[in-house]
């Protein structure tokens, strides 16, 4: 108990703390006397120490809890269990809404502890802000009752007084007798991409804090210039980051989630999508005012907007108004985490337009018009495409959200990804083309000659490389016409373009040097991402596709269109089934008793068409959870996949019948043969065509057994399949046994025996209990490493972008 | 500039418009019969009193099974896939699909479980009487 009434001290202690020092950066900031100023800072500086070092202490509590399995607490009883990896406690962490934002409150109090350390300029006002967040996120975690109002969750609640009317409450030997176990972790986090991801995207999520400080900071203190300088580093950070960590969740979507690839367009994917969209259209705005003074109200919006996005997101995705729209269900605490989240976003909306109203005069204006020649207007067109759709996409994933305020019942209609994609590829073709072109202009002005002197290598070689690929890389990707294939064609020419034209500005105008070569590296691997992505998608290949399913009658497309193909595929124990080009068998399973994880043992084989005598052959290895509820087992999915440089094949299990949840109830039924009968059974006959006997007297190689009786027989089923089969039945020392022989196709067992009159007769059982069988749903995504490839190189190009300029004197430390 | 600016509104309304021609609404059983063959999601439960019919031996893609709203109407569904995990446990389901005939043939299911609703306090309260509920029959003679 005393470990609880520690968190709940720390958790007080970090509200208290950050409150102390907001309140003394805010005067600090505000006070233009140096003799005044200086104290202020120095208490904020104290009071902000003191609440980062609280948060540590906060994490480690709960980290406590969580470990030694304290499940009083009503947060290890809901996110742990005992069996729980340790690897996998810290997801634990990540489950609760508490936890992460704690999570969040840990990073920025990082952050905020290497501003102290590094900023010399802004220090005040950024702090300012850096301590307002921090004050907010403390909040959450309060739980603490304003009238009737509760504010925050507390993590260190007790479940006794979570739940007083539990009965279980009264009786004082609860613990021990009742909260034995927690609910554990949700089955879909325990993954080791749930361990790394929420971190990096919640550094991510909170790094995107600083450039708005930045940005409100330079405001604030009427530098209208100066901040851009500073801004710049600490938002190539975070866009690196960020970009890193939404790729980090796709990557685990890909191999935990069973939609069938990295990306949804879920609302969570969305919602993180849009501030890093809207950051990187402020880094571009930012270095055409660095190099050219315009375009700086586009870059205050582009940075305060961005942050605001992650609030928005996290209003979206924490309070339950996406409602039944996502995959990921969220519920919130209800109506108080609504309008506390409202209320911070109102909060951190309000400091920049106030700001912004007070000093928009101060703002120098060109009114000149660009030159199309210039470097500065193609950025700025990617900008505002950038900007373009940003705005459909999070508009598109507020719909619920819409609904939920004007009373409204809209919904996106029947292809969500399609609604989306229709768009990006539109987005990304153009994108690509910017990205391939803009750096060969200058800024200011460019005589067309240079460019074209420049950009004709490039050009070229993009051009007859993407036909190359359009003539021989078979992407027919139709579902949507020949609109939507032609664009595909044309975006991937852009995507080739951007890395070729990138690749080679490295080599050509900038010779090399490491020093300017960030934004060129990053744009290659966002070319990499574009192709990537493109290629994966349109080529993605369903190698489960099943043609024999029995259609329903009087059942057609709406549209009377033809139905999509059918996806699953059963697959009978041992039993080798065709799959588009491969032949696939599934060959067995293991049970993982602790977990109550299934893994599955399928063999793919495909005979090569020149040569057929070789046979390429793996085996995937998909797995599974076994979820015990009171309908029998369920199944949760996880994908297994083999990979190769330039395709993956990607298999999850759909369907599983669990032998232990079959009784075998049926019994043999006798008929005595002769050789040359016939016996039928329900879906066939069984002809006997031989039957020998033996015995050890007469035949001496019989030295394991007295007698034997041996029989070959061949089933014919109704469809005309047949099968060899040859039971037999041994008699020493007077005891009889029988071998057995199935035909699992057919639900058969067959077995020969001696009846006591000397005749022989065959004993069959029609049994589902001999049946194993799997259904999976198997795809081809073609070359998706170029998409995780182009992830790190264009993250990697972030950093070093924002390694030379630390370095470089552009950044006054 | 300004150019650029109004080229920005136009392309906005423009993708916003070609969206809202795709837009659909949330209804119930009895408002999608009548709209017959529009695609529609809908929000209902599983009707547990009626079977729920999926044989992978078969058919691995084809899932039937009775739907039921909160104002008690009840359809036919079809789903050409494989049964979804934890489908019998679900307390809420949204169908994406269409009416055809009597029959509504679903093309996408989404899953409401209680097991995903860890946050909520009252089903945590009920997860705890159940729990209470148990060593108290045991404790009977």
């Given amino acids: 108990m005393l470990i609880g009434q520690i968190g709940n001290f720390i958790t007080i202690l970090t509200f208290c703390s950050s409150l102390l020092a907001a309140f003394a950066f805010y005067r600090s900031a505000s006070s233009n006397d140096i003799l005044e100023e200086r104290p202020w800072a120095k208490l904020g500086r104290v009071s902000f120490i003191i609440s980062a070092v609280a948060v540590v202490a906060l994490f480690v509590t709960l980290y406590i809890l969580i470990y030694n399995h304290y499940f009083e607490y009503k947060y290890a009883h809901q996110h742990s269990k005992r069996s729980l990896d340790v690897q996998y406690l810290l997801s634990c962490f990540w489950e609760g809404q508490e936890g992460s934002f704690m999570l969040w409150s840990f990073w920025n109090a990082m952050l905020g502890l290497m501003l102290l350390r590094v900023e010399k300029k802004f220090t005040s006002p950024v702090m300012f802000t850096m301590s307002l967040v921090q004050l907010f996120l403390a909040s959450f975690l309060l739980g603490i009752y304003l009238f009737d109002l509760r504010i925050g969750t507390n993590p260190f609640v007790l479940m006794r007084n979570e739940f007083p009317d539990a009965p279980i409450f009264q009786d004082p030997n609860y613990l021990a007798k009742y909260l034995t176990d927690g609910n554990g972790l949700n089955i879909l986090l325990q993954n080791y991409w749930m361990v790394i991801h929420p971190p990096i995207l919640f550094l991510g999520f909170a790094s995107s804090v600083v450039p708005y400080a930045f940005a409100v900071a330079g405001f604030w203190k009427k530098d209208l210039v100066g901040w851009v300088r500073s801004c710049m580093p600490w938002s190539l950070f975070s866009a690196g980051i960020l970009g890193l960590g939404i790729m980090m969740g796709a990557a685990w979507a890909y191999e935990s989630l069973t939609f069938g690839g990295y990306w949804a367009w879920d609302p969570v994917e969305n919602a993180s999508m849009v501030p890093w969209l809207i950051l990187v259209a402020g880094i571009h705005t930012m270095l055409i005012f660095q190099h050219t003074g315009r375009s700086l109200k586009a870059s205050y919006f582009f940075i305060v907007t961005s942050f605001i996005l992650v609030l928005y997101s996290t209003f979206l995705t924490r309070t339950g108004v996406l409602g039944d729209t996502s995959v990921h269900s969220f519920t919130g605490e209800g109506s108080t985490l609504y309008w506390h989240l409202i209320a911070m976003i109102l909060t951190f909306i309000a400091i920049p337009v106030i700001l912004y109203i007070k000093h928009q005069r101060q703002i120098i204006v060109n009114h000149q018009e660009e030159s199309m020649n210039s470097r500065e207007f193609w950025m700025f067109v990617g900008s505002l495409l950038l900007l373009i759709s940003a705005v459909y996409i999070i508009v598109l994933t507020s719909l619920p959200f819409f609904n939920k305020l004007f009373g409204t019942k809209w919904a996106i209609g029947e292809d969500v990804e399609y609604v989306y994609n229709r768009i990006m590829v539109m987005v990304a073709m153009i994108l690509g083309m910017l990205t391939a072109i803009t750096q060969y202009f200058k800024y200011k002005d460019t005589t067309r000659k240079y460019i074209w002197s420049k950009l004709a290598i490039p050009t070229a070689i993009s051009i007859v490389l993407s036909i190359l690929i359009s003539v021989f890389g078979e992407v027919s990707y139709d579902k949507f016409g020949t609109g939507f294939l032609l664009a595909i064609h044309l975006a991937i020419w852009t995507a080739v373009y951007t890395i070729i034209s990138n690749a080679m500005y490295l080599i050509t105008v900038l010779k090399g040097k490491m020093k300017a070569a960030g934004s060129s590296i990053a744009h290659v691997g966002f070319g990499m991402m574009l192709f990537g992505i493109l290629i994966s998608s349109s080529k993605k290949e369903l190698i489960s596709e099943n043609n024999t399913g029995i259609g329903v009658p009087g059942l057609k497309d709406a549209k009377g269109r033809e139905e999509n193909p059918l996806e699953n595929v059963t697959l009978i124990y041992n039993v080798p089934t065709p799959m588009g080009k491969y032949t696939v068998t599934y060959l067995g399973d293991s049970t993982e008793l602790k977990n109550n994880k299934v893994y599955f043992k399928i063999n793919f084989a495909k005979a090569d068409s020149s040569d057929p005598s070789s046979v390429e052959e793996f085996e995937v290895n998909p797995n599974a959870f076994l979820v015990k509820s009171p309908e029998g087992n369920q199944l949760s999915s996880n994908p297994g996949s083999k990979h190769y440089i330039s395709n993956d094949v990607f298999v999850y299990i759909t369907s599983w019948l669990n032998p232990d949840n079959i009784k075998d109830t049926a019994s043999f039924h006798n008929t005595p043969i002769t050789a040359g009968d016939t016996v039928y059974y329900s879906n066939g006959f069984v002809l006997v065509n031989k039957i020998l006997t033996a015995n050890k007297y007469d035949n001496t190689d019989l030295p394991l057994v007295d007698s034997a009786w041996l029989s070959e027989l061949t089933v014919v089923s109704k469809e005309g399949r047949t099968a060899q089969v040859s039971p037999a039945y041994f008699v020493k020392d007077g005891q009889g046994s029988f071998k057995t022989d199935t035909v699992i196709q057919q639900n058969l067992v067959l077995g020969i025996q001696r009846a006591k009159s000397g005749r022989v007769e065959l004993a069959l059982k029609e049994s589902s209990a001999v049946m194993r069988y799997i259904t999976l749903k198997a795809y081809r995504f073609p070359w998706i490493n170029l998409l995780w490839l182009g992830t790190i190189i264009m993250v990697a190009g972030f950093m070093i972008s924002l390694y030379f300029r630390l370095k470089s004197k552009l950044y006054v430390v | ?141």
């Fill in chain 2, 1 to 141: 500039m300004h150019i650029l600016g109004l080229v920005l509104i136009a392309v906005v309304i423009a993708s916003l418009l070609t969206f809202m021609s795709d837009l659909t609404t949330y209804d119930s059983i009895e408002s999608a019969r009548t709209k017959e063959g529009k695609f529609v999601h809908m929000i209902a439960k599983i009707d547990t009193t009626k079977p729920v019919i999926y044989d992978p031996i078969k058919d691995p893609n084809l899932l039937t099974f009775t739907a039921i709203d909160s104002l008690g109407f009840t359809t036919k569904v079809v789903y050409k896939n494989a049964k979804p995990t934890d489908f019998e446990k679900s307390t809420r389901v949204v169908l994406k699909g269409a009416m055809v005939g009597e029959v509504f043939e679903c093309k996408e299911i989404l899953l409401k479980c209680p097991s995903k609703y860890k946050d909520d306090p009252n089903v945590q309260k009920n997860q705890l009487k159940v729990v209470s509920e148990i060593p108290k029959l045991n404790a009977q003679p």
